[in-house]
């Protein structure tokens, strides 16, 4: 079975957003590293590794379904940021934008009655959901602590317990 034109370029285009999302977190992982936020770095860069399997899911589908992936340019992310906190709230932004996609993925798929793919589409539903609760989790904690020195250290200490 093949993919309608539709499907197969809204999933072309997620698995490019995926691999822009892997590149964004690695952009912070560097960013947080040059700041001396190790722990923080290593949870970015687990993101990203977690963002690239996430691209490389939905090309295998595209293959399983008789497709070829067309890859596109990835944009440069952002490389500055202020704060902790406006990392993360770009993160949370990042990821809303994420969820946004693949509810429109879910969409289409289901308007081109490829059940297949509005099935394959559950796990990625549910992941958002668990992806913008574990952020805005985060960016609550964040606003918690405001400036405090010692708790940012905590916080980046606990970060960094992340298993990728």
């Keep these: 079975m093949t993919l309608s034109e539709k499907v197969f370029k809204v ?13 964004i977190y690695l952009s912070m992982s560097s960013w947080f590293d040059s700041t001396g936020y190790s722990g923080f770095a290593k949870w970015m860069r687990a993101q ?12 295998d589908y595209i293959l399983e379904r008789n497709g070829r992936v067309i890859l596109a340019a990835i944009p440069a992310p952002k490389s500055e940021w202020s704060s902790v906190k406006e990392v993360f709230a770009d993160t949370l932004a990042h990821e809303q934008k994420v969820s946004a996609m693949i509810n429109n993925i879910a969409d289409v798929s289901f308007s081109e009655k490829d059940y297949a793919t509005v099935e394959f ?6 992941e958002q959901v668990e992806e913008e609760a574990s952020v805005g989790a985060i960016v609550d904690k964040i606003e918690m602590i405001g400036e405090s ?10 970060l960094g317990k992340r298993v990728g």
């Design 11 to 23: 999933l072309c285009d997620q698995v490019n957003a995926e691999l822009y999302s892997s590149y």
């Design 48 to 59: 990203a590794d977690e963002e690239r399997e996430h691209a490389m899911k939905i090309y």
């Design 121 to 126: 589409m559950n796990w990625f539903l549910k």
């Design 149 to 158: 020195k010692n708790s940012m250290y905590l916080l980046d200490r606990d």
